[in-house]
């Protein structure tokens, strides 16, 4: 029963309770806006006629109790719709299409040879030729060779020539939603341009308090970046100002598996140490008041250094509210600290909800004021030192557990000792690093005796956990879970908190463990890892990994089969990480019993180690054609570490994937093609696969060599319901009679930007003559193919249409 919400009648306790399911309800409200859009009139509308409601209670001296918490749920997707059409509604009219803007930079996002990005500030908007009126939105901006003299910083105004294009949404299932990403910045749309079309205006824009933020931000990196080596500077950047950018993988990865990555992510430990030290600073001060002032001052020249994330924001409030009620007399509350803290930045940034950051950081939060203090007795034999910090971190781990291995299937198992060592080290960091930073803005000559004094710390820092993450053990990857399961997870877990003891009888044991037999076991089997089981159906989904091809397979008995996990790598974005690891478990797959490489192509393995290394794989198959490159050595090596039978395939090979089930393989002959235009592609292997009256035929990159001869040889075999365009539409693989063959209802593209011209004209003018309907995964997203053998149906992620059709 929810407790009532009344005037005022005596002590904190029901605001205790009230202000977290006020705050819970205000993030239900956001969530309900995004997950079932209405018209702002109407939510403006419930809300208003629900005030009057609760006045009326008011006056009439009843209580009000719980009929608080739908008027917070109203707000809180009223204030989500508002958000919406502040972010996107003054550049709608100019979305695809060629427009002029006028402004100035509000932030660098990336910097490399060829390009640069970032956010920038519209103030002014026109079409081409036309003229221009004032809007007041943000957009995030990548100029291609950029010209020499074109310098980057906050405040710099600029007129840009582009066209204007709304960002993606989530393209594959389980995959990054890159529009929800930029509406958590405020961004609203992205232009792509040439340094030709970038003009530099006169004059600064922006705020003052900003654009000196960013100036000292500069300061310091370059002060970090001239006296410390690279691998230390870029690990104080990231400690000190959560920069990653010069951050090394191998040190990256190495935080990844011990539970380290908050740490490289400014949070509430960092905006805790700068707290913890400008207390020391004013603690001798005479008057009390101005030493909470002057800390409170410089948490917050913290988080404009460090540029604003969420969890700073939520430390930095949780603080001054804590300063504040200490300097009134009052009692201070962590968990409605928390609360009201969540309260003011989702009224301010109601997008927040869905950053990870947000996340990761109230959870953690959460799980530190509610479940630590619970832990601490269990540790009670050890010494305060070591038992507050076991509790803090186990508390904080336990409470992002679901979320941790859904997003990332990672379990850290030496998280609490790495903490324990590291977290101290930290703090020395954060306190040298301070004055680092304090130096820098007079001169890089007087940050150098301070960066020489930290460098011992970031060495161990540096070194420390790469040696502790290699050792055996140090992280696993735990199987898929069902959803039912973390529900009893966290209900435990909330049991946990709130003190309940269960007394543990001999039949209340037996009972649980015949549940959880029952959830772990059968749950699973039926709904979780073979969904399919019940349907009978196939499900086919080819992924969206851009230039590049990955194709999903689930047969109705629940085997999982990838056909190549393709997409280039380039710089930090890996395809397997980024793309094909995520589908796979937003599809809850624990190990693949068969992955095939169709051929020795980037654009086809490139996500493959990835893959390899966090999935268990039966047997792998290929065309056993080798490359030399360092993509495909890659590859080989995952395969020569873990115990996976390889087959090679070739023309007349079938694989039973289930009794009803057949994966045709129909290229390359056993004799391979040489001395055709392009010996790679007319190797690959083309495979039919075949359930019932239902089949696909595979193409991967074959040319027209290798289609030619099937068509000359057993055309026949080509029939199929729906065709993979060859090599991503190219100009020469498909032919007229390839066509006519397979007599495919439907085909699926899966092409991304690229400079070959793919899918070129002739071959999109190929499919249309033939009535053959087109998906292509660079203007639908990935594309699901389901079917019982008979019926069947193709729906794609970017559209709400369906294509159906039934038999062959």
Request: charged fraction near 15%.
């Amino acid at each position: 029963m929810l407790p009532s919400i009344e005037r005022p009648r005596s002590s904190g306790s029901q605001t205790v309770v009230a202000l977290p399911l006020l705050a819970a309800a205000f993030a239900a409200g956001i969530s309900l806006a995004k997950i079932w859009p209405q018209a702002i009139s109407w939510t403006a509308g419930l809300a208003f006629l629900h005030g009057v409601f609760l006045l009326f209670l008011y006056i009439r001296q009843r209580p009000l109790g719980a009929f608080v918490l739908p008027l917070f749920l109203l707000l809180g997707a009223l204030s989500f719709q508002l958000a919406e059409r502040e972010i996107h509604a003054p550049l709608e009219n100019f979305l695809g299409r060629q427009v002029v803007l006028s402004g100035y930079v509000h932030g660098l996002d990336s910097k490399d040879a060829e390009s640069v990005a970032f956010l920038f500030q519209v103030e002014q908007a026109a079409l081409v030729g036309e003229e221009a009126s004032a809007v007041r939105s943000r957009i995030r901006v990548r100029i291609f060779r950029p010209s020499p003299t074109l310098t980057i910083s906050y405040g710099q105004r600029l007129r840009l020539s582009g066209e204007l294009v709304a960002p993606a949404a989530q393209r594959t299932p389980g995959g990054f939603n890159y529009a929800a990403f930029l509406a958590g910045e405020g961004v609203a749309a992205l232009l792509s341009t040439g340094g030709s079309a970038v003009e530099i205006l006169p004059g600064r824009g922006g705020y003052f308090w900003l654009s000196a933020a960013a100036a000292a931000r500069q300061r310091v990196t370059a002060a970090l970046l001239r006296w410390l080596p690279p691998q230390e500077a870029g690990l104080a950047l990231g400690l000190l100002l959560g920069e990653r950018k010069h951050l090394a993988v191998e040190t990256e990865e190495a935080y990844k598996r011990l539970g380290l990555t908050h740490i490289l992510s400014v949070s509430g430990l960092h905006t805790a140490f700068v707290a913890a030290f400008a207390l020391l600073l004013t603690s001798r001060m005479r008057w009390k008041v101005l030493g909470a002032v002057l800390t409170a001052a410089l948490v917050f020249a913290y988080l404009l250094l460090t540029g604003g994330e969420p969890p700073v924001w939520r430390a930095a409030i949780m603080l001054w509210l804590v300063m504040g009620a200490r300097q009134l007399g009052r009692e201070s509350d962590g968990v409605v600290a928390l609360a009201a803290a969540a309260l003011l930045m989702l009224f301010f940034r109601p997008h927040w909800l869905f950053s990870l950051s947000f996340q990761f950081s109230f959870l953690a939060c959460l799980g530190i004021l509610l479940l630590s203090p619970r832990l601490l007795p269990y540790f009670s034999r050890l010494p305060r030192f070591l038992s507050a910090p076991i509790s803090v971190t186990l508390g904080a781990q336990a409470a992002v557990l679901p979320l941790q291995l859904t997003l990332f299937a990672l379990l850290p198992l030496f998280s609490v000792l790495a903490n324990l060592l590291c977290v101290p080290l930290v703090g020395a960091v954060m306190g040298l690093g301070l004055a680092v930073v304090a130096a820098s803005m007079f001169s890089p000559l007087l940050a150098a005796p301070f960066c020489f004094a930290i460098y011992p710390v970031l060495l161990a820092l540096n070194e420390g956990p790469r040696l502790l993450a290699a050792l055996p053990g140090a992280a696993v990857v735990p199987p898929p879970l069902h959803p039912g399961l973390w529900a009893v997870y966290v209900f435990l877990l909330c049991l946990f908190a709130g003190g309940v003891k269960i007394v543990w009888t001999r039949a209340r044991l037996i009972l649980t463990a015949l549940l959880l037999l029952n959830m772990v076991v059968f749950l699973p089997l039926f709904t979780g890892l073979f969904p399919n089981i019940a349907s009978r159906q196939l499900e086919v989904v080819f992924l969206d990994v851009g230039q590049g091809l990955s194709v999903f397979i689930r047969t109705p008995e629940g085997k999982n089969i990838l056909l190549d996990a393709g997409g280039r790598r380039g710089g930090n974005f890996d395809p397997g990480e980024r793309i094909v690891l995520p589908f796979l478990r937003n599809r809850r797959v624990a190990s693949l019993d068969l992955l095939v490489l169709t051929h020795p192509s980037e654009d086809h393995h490139g996500g493959m180690p990835a893959v390899l290394s966090a999935i268990t794989v039966r047997r792998f198959a290929s065309n056993g054609e080798r490359d030399d490159s360092a993509a495909f050595l890659a590859v080989r090596e995952k395969l020569a570490a873990a115990p996976i039978a390889e087959m090679v395939l070739s023309g007349g090979d079938r694989l039973l994937l289930g009794e009803e089930v057949v994966l045709e393989v129909l290229s390359p002959p056993p004799e391979k093609f040489s001395y055709t235009v392009d010996d790679v592609n007319n190797n690959a292997l083309i495979k039919r696969l075949i359930f019932n009256e239902f089949s696909i035929l595979f193409t991967s990159d074959g040319e027209y060599e290798a289609l030619e001869r099937l068509v000359r040889l057993q055309p026949e075999s080509l029939s199929a319901v729906v065709l993979q365009v060859p090599h991503h539409g190219s100009r020469r693989a498909m032919s007229e009679p390839f066509l006519a063959a397979v007599d495919a209802q439907a085909a699926v593209i899966s092409v991304g930007r690229n400079t070959y011209g793919h899918p070129h004209e002739d071959a999109l003018m190929l499919l249309k003559q033939k009535q053959i309907t087109i998906f292509r995964t660079d203007l639908h997203g990935a594309v699901t193919i389901r079917s019982d053998g008979l019926r069947w149906t193709i729906d794609s992620q970017l559209s709400a249409s369906q294509l159906t059709g039934e038999g062959v």
